[in-house]
């Protein structure tokens, strides 16, 4: 058993060991075959250097030839370029010299080429002909422009027409247009304008549509044709284009309307109405052309020219200048012309349209080019409210000092009282104008109470000149006949009008108070001496009986009849001469004359009863009794009934 463990053991060991033999020796054959390929690749590497000195020269002619062929190309297609810039050049011109005219589009198109082709040569001035293709674009783009302006001026001048009238008026609010009939005119034949307070009102919240100058088709080609011209340095030629051919067109549309260049003298020699309904006119006036015709001017030369501001602010002036100048022109003359009071309303008129129109104004006219315009139309704004300010310390002063010598002979209210009234309850109507005129002069303050310390100035002022001129009356009952009235009509005045607030009920009862006070005047002073005839005072004899009945012409109180009939003579005379002068004296309140009237015959016709009833019948039983007891007491007061009645002497009695 071991022998046979031994005999295999000895197997495995020679089997082993042969194979590290094979092993050996293939890898000495392996080193044998990479030494002979290291051999042979060292060989390849020195026959490839001695390869690749030998083509060194090959391969320097070729990169040369290679960038030979790339210069050639390189100049070929800059050849062509420049070609390609020669061939448009004169495809640009061939358009240039056939005009704008019949293919503007096509025209625009060769003179933005031939800009394209001046860059070009102008950044290429290495190419030796530059210089003359230059000089040659240059002309060529020259005479373009100028056919250019040519072509804008023929283009804006064919589309450019005065607005009639009736197209403005369409353009206005219904309540604005004015009205065709006959009493509608002014001294020129021209319709007038309405300007009632309810429309200035409402004018502010007015829709207004501008009318279209231009058709807008026609706006873009304008553009177009202004862009070139800019671009070429031509800004005082269109300036000058634009102005020349639009200026005159607004100015003849404001002449159509009626608007007239009048000068300080003129409107001084002017009559009143005349001035008046020019005035009128001219508040229109303004409205349209600041709401209408300004405002699509300005829309006009912001489409034409947008994108150049400030050239759009110096094109909308150069055009609006002439007109605008025309318009405030008269404005300053109206508000530096004599200053009288009927010219405040118009100026309040005047300054409540620059006022409403500020806004307007300012954004129409904003820019440096345009503040002239803005400033001159601001300027007139503050000398209308100087001015209406200035007049109506004027009113205050004229009132005052009033040197009427007509006095009204019927103690009636005064001319001048109806007046001031009148002038007061209208300036009510003008409260918000007159708070911001205050505002603007005085300082803050509150406004209301402004406008009643003026108006209670003016009262005064009235109330003064009444006084003064009550003096001329002769007959004192008339004095305060007169001052009753005049008072009576500025109170009822005032309480029936906004006044009223503003002054106060203490001013109104205080007022009504005076009027009591004249009246009381009146009927003491008129009536004293015939209420004396019917008193008993002095009639009674010092030698009378107690006895009654009627005794040698004397009653039983001891009166004698010839003293009685004496006192009914004064009395009838007395009587009838009040009748015949206080029946031409007017008391023109029918509520306050009937107060009056009722107010003496309380007085009167008591006492003639009580006299006649005490004393008649001493006239009775002696002959002519009719002669002394003329009148009944129904007689008199009947005729009182016709006093205050402001008859004239030869107007028949009631």
């Not at 083509?55 to 320097?60: D, E, G, L, N």
């Not at 607005?163 to 008026?169: G, K, M, S, W």
């Not at 102005?243 to 260049?261: A, H, Q």
């Not at 007061?424 to 505002?439: G, W």
Request: with cysteine; hydrophobic share 35%.
């Amino acid at each position: 058993m071991k022998m046979g463990i031994h005999r295999k053991s000895g197997v495995d060991g020679d089997m082993l060991s042969e194979r590290a033999r094979i092993m050996r020796e293939s890898l000495q054959k392996s080193q044998s075959i990479t030494d002979n390929v290291v051999n042979i690749l060292g060989s390849f590497d020195h026959r490839l250097s001695a390869l690749e000195t030998a083509m060194r020269p090959t391969q320097i002619r070729t990169h040369a030839i290679r960038t030979a062929h790339g210069n050639i190309d390189k100049t070929l297609k800059s050849a062509e370029v420049i070609l390609s810039q020669f061939d448009i050049s004169r495809q640009a011109e061939v358009k240039i010299l056939q005009g704008p005219h019949e293919d503007l589009e096509s025209y625009l198109q060769a003179i933005a080429q031939l800009r394209n082709n001046i860059r070009f040569f102008s950044n290429n001035k290495s190419f030796k002909s530059s210089d003359g293709v230059l000089s040659h674009a240059n002309s060529l783009l020259t005479k373009a422009i100028s056919k250019l302006e040519e072509e804008f001026k023929q283009l804006l001048l064919s589309y450019s027409n005065p607005v009639e009238p009736d197209r403005l008026f369409e353009c206005l609010p219904n309540s604005m247009r004015p009205s065709s009939s006959p009493g509608h005119q002014d001294s020129s034949g021209k319709s007038r304008l309405s300007n009632s307070n309810a429309e200035q009102n409402s004018a502010e919240n007015a829709v207004y549509t501008p009318p279209t100058l231009i058709p807008p088709r026609i706006l873009p080609l304008l553009h177009d044709l202004a862009q070139q011209m800019v671009q070429a340095g031509h800004q005082q030629q269109f300036v000058k284009i634009y102005r020349d051919t639009r200026s005159p067109v607004l100015e003849e549309s404001l002449r159509n309307l009626g608007v007239e260049k009048l000068s300080k003298d003129d409107v001084q020699k002017m009559q009143w109405e005349v001035l008046e309904a020019k005035i009128g006119n001219w508040i229109h006036f303004m409205r349209i052309a600041v709401k209408l015709l300004f405002s699509a001017e300005r829309k006009v030369c912001d489409q034409i020219l947008e994108g150049f501001d400030s050239l759009n602010d110096q094109c909308f002036a150069e055009v609006t200048t002439a007109s605008v100048a025309v318009l405030l022109s008269f404005g300053d003359a109206i508000a530096k012309s004599k200053r009288s009071p009927e010219k405040l309303f118009v100026l309040l008129d005047m300054y409540e349209i620059m006022r409403e129109l500020h806004s307007e104004i300012e954004s129409l006219f904003s820019g440096k080019a345009c503040s002239e315009i803005r400033e001159s139309a601001f300027g007139l704004t503050k000398q209308l409210a100087q001015t209406a300010q200035e007049t109506f310390g004027d009113f205050e002063e004229a009132v005052e000092k009033d040197a009427t010598k007509t006095a009204v002979s019927d103690g009636t209210v005064h001319p001048l009282t109806s007046y001031v009234i009148n002038y007061v309850k209208f300036l009510f109507d003008y409260q918000s104008t007159l708070k911001q005129l205050f505002q603007e002069f005085e300082n803050g303050g509150d406004s209301n109470s402004q406008l009643a310390t003026v108006t209670m100035r003016i009262m005064q002022a009235l109330q003064t000149n009444l006084d003064g001129k009550s003096k001329q009356y002769k007959d004192a009952a008339l004095t305060h006949l007169f001052l009753m009235n005049n008072i009576h009509y500025m109170v009822r005045s005032v309480r029936r009008s906004e006044a009223k607030d503003l002054l106060g009920d203490d001013w109104v009862q205080r007022h009504r108070r005076v009027v009591q006070q004249h009246a009381n005047q009146y009927k003491r002073i008129a009536w004293a001496k015939i209420l004396q005839c019917l008193s008993i005072q002095g009639l009674t004899s010092s030698g009378g009986s107690n006895n009654s009945g009627t005794v040698d012409g004397q009653n039983s109180s001891g009166v004698s009849r010839s003293t009685v009939k004496d006192r009914l003579k004064i009395f009838n005379v007395q009587f009838e001469e009040l009748h015949q002068r206080q029946t031409q004296w007017a008391v023109p309140d029918t509520e306050l004359r009937e107060s009056l009237r009722l107010a003496v015959a309380e007085v009167l016709l008591p006492a003639y009863r009580s006299f006649i009833k005490r004393f008649g019948p001493l006239v009775d039983s002696g002959k002519n009794a009719q002669k002394y007891i003329r009148y009944s007491a129904e007689d008199l007061d009947r005729m009182l009934g016709e006093f205050f009645e402001g008859k004239t002497l030869n107007e028949p009695k009631r």
